[in-house]
């Protein structure tokens, strides 16, 4: 007899495990015991939360970043009889990215930081379930390459881009690969719109961050809700779609949909469109990534009648949302205009959320970034780190000179 017995045990590295995703993947994980395993978790500096972790799913190791934080959760296992190992620093969290008894890595760490310990499970030949947008939108080609050929498989849980995954024809090979697929004209991408979409200009100009952080739909972390009310989120996954399914620029459309219900669609040359819909609830990705080709229960109610009842579909407003033009600008520009537009966006996104700059000057910071910064591709992770690192103080200088100003 086959049908159960044919889905191979996965076991799991959680990275980014005290944030949002690594939130819903524990949820995952804990209802398929016999199918899912912790075996290794990291996290930054959040040393309770990677505690009661540990304590649950006895996982064999466990890595902060932040050293003073894993010292106090070395302690905190070694009273409680945990035998779980702790490691520190960035070199511990790459050394979970690349544990030997791993088979799948859940990279879900936000941000640039995330790159190095993606790439490094890459390099470890894993099946990388990726949340983490910049090791495409910073690795681009050279990510792509080393996933390849080290045999990674890349199963994207960005919701929009997991259904476009699912709604893609299925390869030969387990998951993405970065190659266009026979028959498909477009992908479109849709968008809630955040909490800004009717907004005109001169109600932007007053945008706080307490109101860009209230995303009407999806609750996240703060730097890809405030991401979300200015559209550079999108702008992210434009860039990310771009390399996940090997898609031009001009055969990537955003529609706005503010219900969030589909979650993207694909467009073929027979005139079929098909498209993924669904609560919006991360679970649902996450499950059908960490299970896939099988099929799990998420913990996620279906869809009702009247849930479906009004979709809505409007088109992106460039003028607006600036943040999102500049990203379709950067597929235009060599590859390494990506790393100055998320370095510079991380630093614009964070002088807004400490009230140093307004809504507006984000896309500012970043077009002034982009304007200064001469972006040949990188074709290492170093040489990526060089220009994240140069695009980041020339960020800072535009962002300093706008304060003067005030
Ligand atoms: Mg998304």
């Not at 191979?8 to 209802?31: H, N």
Request: aromatic share 6%; proline share 4%; with cysteine.
């Amino acid at each position: 007899m086959k049908s159960a017995d044919t889905f191979s045990r996965k076991r799991i590295t959680l990275l980014g495990a005290t944030g949002s995703i690594g939130d819903s993947t524990l949820d995952v994980i804990a209802r398929h015991p016999h199918r899912f395993t912790l075996v290794a978790a990291a996290a930054r500096s959040q040393w309770k939360k990677l505690a009661d972790i540990a304590l649950r799913f006895r996982p064999e190791a466990v890595a902060l970043h932040d050293a003073n934080a894993a010292r106090c959760l070395a302690d905190f296992l070694k009273n409680e009889g945990v035998s779980t190992e702790v490691f520190s620093g960035e070199k511990g969290v790459n050394r979970m990215a690349e544990w030997p008894s791993a088979d799948t890595v859940v990279a879900a760490i936000t941000g640039g930081v995330g790159l190095s310990p993606t790439a490094a499970a890459a390099r470890a030949g894993k099946r990388i379930v990726l949340a983490n947008k910049e090791a495409l939108v910073m690795g681009g080609a050279w990510f792509m390459r080393l996933a390849r050929e080290h045999g990674a498989t890349l199963l994207p849980i960005d919701s929009e881009h997991n259904a476009i995954f699912q709604c893609l024809p299925r390869t030969k090979t387990e998951g993405v690969i970065g190659e266009r697929a026979a028959g498909v004209k477009k992908i479109l991408l849709t968008a809630s719109g955040g909490p800004f979409l009717h907004w005109d200009h001169a109600r932007l100009k007053t945008a706080t961050p307490e109101q860009a952080v209230n995303h009407p739909v999806w609750k996240m972390g703060r730097k890809i809700s405030v991401d979300s009310a200015t559209m550079m989120n999108k702008g992210l996954e434009v860039i990310e779609a771009h390399w996940l399914f090997g898609m031009p620029r001009d055969a990537i459309e955003v529609v706005i949909h503010p219900q969030s219900i589909v979650h993207s669609m694909v467009e073929y040359e027979d005139g079929s469109t098909l498209a993924q819909l669904g609560t919006p609830d991360m679970r649902t990705p996450i499950a059908q990534a960490l299970a896939f080709p099988h099929r799990v229960d998420a913990g996620v109610s279906a869809l009702t009648v009247e849930k479906m009842a009004t979709l809505t579909f409007l088109p992106p407003d460039f003028d607006r949302f600036l943040c999102l033009k500049l990203a379709f600008h950067a597929l235009t520009l060599a590859n390494g205009a990506a790393v100055v537009l998320n370095a510079a966006n991380e630093c614009a996104v964070d002088a807004f959320l400490s009230r140093k700059i307004a809504f507006l000057d984000i896309a500012e910071v970043i077009n002034a970034t982009l304007n200064a910064v001469a972006s040949p591709a990188p074709n290492t992770l170093e040489e990526t780190l060089a220009l994240d690192a140069l695009a980041r103080s020339k960020a800072i200088r535009t962002i300093e000179h706008l304060t003067a100003k005030k």
